[in-house]
């Protein structure tokens, strides 16, 4: 859709290590990405093969088992961190 707002929107966030095939999150950008996402009003939810649990402000981020339907179900899908699974 053209011009989608922001708010409300279902935004899925692949990768939030900070560095590829990694469990490593700490100085990756993905926290202060959701924050601002957040902060516009955005519904965040994530996939990442290496972080089976993630927290934005102290709160769980949803985590999308099946990479195709949480993909489908999204209004923006943003690649963070290119993970083998990510196969582009």
Do not use: F, N
Request: glycine share 6%; proline share 6%; net charge negative.
């Amino acid at each position: 859709e053209h011009g989608k707002s922001v708010r409300g929107a279902r935004v899925l966030l692949l990768g939030v290590t900070y560095k590829p095939d990694s469990a490593d999150q700490e100085a990756a950008p993905a926290r202060e990405i959701a924050t601002r996402l957040m902060d516009m009003g955005a519904q965040i939810g994530y996939h990442d093969p290496h972080v089976l649990d993630w927290r934005v402000r102290e709160r769980p981020v949803p985590r999308a088992d099946s990479l195709y339907e949480a993909a489908a179900a999204a209004d923006l899908t943003v690649l963070l961190q290119q993970h083998r699974t990510y196969d582009l």
